[in-house]
């Protein structure tokens, strides 16, 4: 099918009811513009200059524990806070609408090794960053004014992470954000129509067809989406139909743990480079209603198109008209599924 899908067309995306431009013949084209630096993995376990590091100072001047497995902590340069005044400006037009925003934004450290990614982390020590993100998801959101908790890791500077230091965000919401608010509907407009979850069906359909398949364990599928984006996007999905990261058992624990181990290194291995990407959970809102529409996922969107230093850009008709992609998920699938699981760092 791959060959099949080598002329300009436009993809459904069912979860975000949008189009996707795809344009596979631009990749022939000549690349004069920004040429990032490669990014090698850090061999600085320990970094006296680190504000994440165990018992250092943070920019905010509190000092981190001797911590030896997950630490978080509130984010000292919160986004949003859980505390607004009583009475706020308001615009005087109706066209110039506002409210208050209110949310906690926490920082989740997943190891103390300052070297570290979660392509170099064990089984093991992944697994108990599973279970802090499902800790953390369970108590913000029972929090009755809390309606969303997004979970998500900027990974590289290429994808503006502050840190290097390998950790991920926890932004709690008073309301439910556009993303998560646009599948919300797209899976309940589905759902009602249907009265069948749709990523219960869209899993089987990718597994069915498997170009696009680019590993699966025994509970979770990871797959390049009909519909992607991003040059290697990925749509991690669990094969049961689960809302939220406290509904999954055990060993579906221990299958997103190695689904997650075995999808960043493949990461790595594709331009032999420390991957950037942004990679966030989309779990079901926690704003006290029935979501039994909701599918626990995570999205990948990683930036590099063609080599570990030339980015994908989403500019000028991207922005101004609808997303545009250049090479079909069918053969971003490939490129993935022949990458090793062996680390290359580790080959070294």
């Known amino acids: 099918m ?17 189009w996707v431009l795809v344009s596979p013949h631009r990749t022939q084209r000549p690349w004069q513009g920004e040429v990032a630096q490669k990014s090698a993995p850090s061999a600085v376990t320990y970094d006296p200059e680190c504000y994440l590091c165990p018992g250092n100072k943070r920019a905010g001047g509190a000092v981190n524990p001797q911590y030896d497995s997950i630490f978080t902590f509130v984010n000292d340069y919160a986004a949003l806070l859980p ?20 949310g906690l934004c926490k920082v989740l450290c997943f190891h103390p090794d300052h070297s570290l990614t979660l392509a170099r982390m064990t089984r093991p020590e992944i697994r108990r960053v599973v279970d802090a993100w499902t800790k953390e998801y369970e108590e913000l959101g029972a929090t009755d004014w ?22 991920g965000q926890i932004w709690s919401t008073g309301f439910v954000p556009d993303e998560p608010a646009a599948e919300t509907i797209a899976q309940h407009e589905y759902f009602a129509k249907k009265r069948s979850c749709l990523l219960c069906d869209y899993v089987q359909e990718e597994l069915g067809a498997g170009e696009r398949v680019v590993l699966e364990n025994e509970h979770f599928a990871v797959l390049v989406p009909w519909w992607a984006t991003w040059p290697f996007e990925i749509l991690l999905v669990s094969k049961r139909h ?16 190695d689904a997650l181990k075995r999808l960043t290194t493949r990461y790595d291995n594709l331009f032999e480079t420390s991957f950037p990407y942004t990679m966030g959970f989309h779990q079901a809102p926690t704003d006290g209603k029935d979501h039994k529409e909701w599918h626990f996922h995570a999205h990948f969107y990683p930036p590099l198109l063609r080599s570990a230093t030339v980015r994908k850009f989403m500019v000028g008709f991207e922005m101004l008209g609808m997303p545009q992609r250049d090479i079909t998920p069918e053969s971003a699938a490939e490129r993935l599924r022949a990458c090793s699981e062996e680390h290359f760092w580790a080959r070294e």
């Open 83 to 102: 505390d607004l005044p009583a009475e706020q400006d308001q615009p005087s037009s109706s066209l110039l609408v506002a409210e208050g925003a209110r």
């Open 146 to 167: 809390i309606h969303y908790v997004q979970i998500f890791e900027n990974r590289g500077a290429m994808m503006g992470a502050s840190n290097p230091h390998p950790h």
């Open 242 to 257: 689960a809302a939220a990261m406290p509904e999954l058992k055990i060993e579906e624990r221990d299958a997103l743990a």
């Open 2 to 18: 791959a060959g099949k899908w080598q002329y300009p067309h436009r993809r459904w995306n069912p979860l975000r009811q949008a």
